[in-house]
């Protein structure tokens, strides 16, 4: 009956949650004017699935998790987030327009435990100036490479170059194309994915954007490898549902997209799906393998950052984290599992 109870509060929660997602980018937030230090509390998730001790699902082994809050109002909202080569320091994005940095600490079983340094500072535009509007700073894609951080924004749509270090405090350097026409973006669903591909794969280190719900003729997403020789744009296989939220790629050059639902039918879900980079050409409409799927039953949110890390004993690990839309009925979350090949 526990089990029963604790999963239909779970499902009444998530149809909540459906309703928030659905109009969250309409609600204002103040942006700060200054680098915030921010202490973060964490509450640590033993388990994925509600009610179980289970650890594999999919091609996925769970490791562990947290639940995060802070007193500071701004701290959330999460859209995407990269770790430095070490896998501990990382930078986030927030759609509100500023950046989120700091360090994951771990416990003795090598599990997350907790966030240390965590620092809030507001994105500067062209001008050097930070905007009075949330729309002019709805940033929703992050890349680390080669001494810049790059940030793909919608409403707005662009993708600007900032330096490294430097940039919590800088405006951009400059300006990337994305070949995708602005025209074909939606206002609220443009380049939701940027990842940086490995520099010895068939993209040789390109960057590649993926729209979260900008759909061609044929119901795809549009989809564009930036640079190189294989500059040229794409489509990814919309499945009905989800929508895509980040990417990252895998060592060996396949990528991985990290897919949303929320619907009153269906709730809240998300989903892994694994791109054969061989596959990844201009011209191409690709789909892939989903790796692992998750619903109401799980300890899920509206999961929209994720990135590919090496864990503590050699593996390859995913990262998740949340955006809970600065709503008191949603909860900032970071999960991690292990690829099991």
């Known amino acids: 009956m526990r089990d029963k109870r604790s999963r239909a509060s779970l ?7 459906a309703a928030t997602l659905a109009v969250g ?39 562990g998790g947290m639940v995060m809050s802070a007193p500071e109002k701004l701290f959330g909202a999460i859209s995407s987030i990269r770790f430095r080569p070490n896998g501990e320091d990382f930078v986030a994005v927030l759609d509100t327009g500023h950046w989120l940095t700091g360090r994951v600490m771990r416990d003795a079983a ?12 507001p994105m500067l535009d062209m001008g050097g100036r930070e905007p009075p509007r949330k729309m002019e700073m709805d940033a929703e894609g992050l890349a680390l490479r080669d001494g810049k951080v790059i940030v793909s924004y919608e409403q707005r749509h662009r993708i600007d170059i900032y330096s490294d270090p430097g940039f919590e405090t800088s405006k951009p350097l400059g300006r ?11 206002h609220n669903g443009g380049m939701e994915a940027l990842a940086v591909s490995p520099a010895d794969s068939p993209l040789a280190g390109a960057l590649v954007v993926v729209a979260e719900k900008s ?9 564009a490898i930036l640079e190189g020789p294989l500059k040229g744009t794409f489509a990814v296989t919309h499945h009905p549902s989800f929508d ?16 949303r639902r929320f619907n009153f039918a269906e709730g809240v879900g998300m989903r892994i799906r694994r791109i054969r980079g061989a596959d990844i ?32 004993d050699g593996s390859t690990r995913l990262i998740i984290v949340s955006d809970d839309n600065h709503s008191f009925l949603q909860r900032n979350l970071m999960l991690e599992f292990k690829l099991v090949e």
Do not use: W
Not at 40 to 52: A, I, K, Y
Not at 112 to 118: M, R
Not at 176 to 182: D, K, S, V
Not at 286 to 292: F, N
């Open 11 to 17: 499902s009444r929660k998530s149809l909540v949650v």
């Open 25 to 63: 980018s309409l609600v204002p937030v103040p942006i700060g004017a200054s680098t915030i230090d921010v202490p973060v509390s964490v509450r640590q998730l033993s388990g994925f699935e509600v009610g179980t001790s289970a650890k594999r699902f999919g091609k996925l082994e769970f490791i």
């Open 110 to 121: 090598g599990a997350l435990s907790g966030l240390a340094d965590v620092r809030i500072t």
């Open 176 to 186: 990337l194309p994305h070949l995708i026409p602005n025209n074909e973006l939606r």
């Open 215 to 223: 759909i061609d003729a044929d119901g795809n997403l549009l989809a």
């Open 244 to 259: 895509v939220t980040d990417g990252a790629f895998l060592p060996n050059g396949d990528l991985l997209l990290l897919e």
């Open 281 to 312: 050409r201009p011209g191409a409409v690709v789909d892939g393998e989903i790796l692992m799927e998750a619903g109401m039953a799980y300890q899920i949110d509206n999961m929209e950052g994720m990135d590919v890390v090496k864990g503590p």
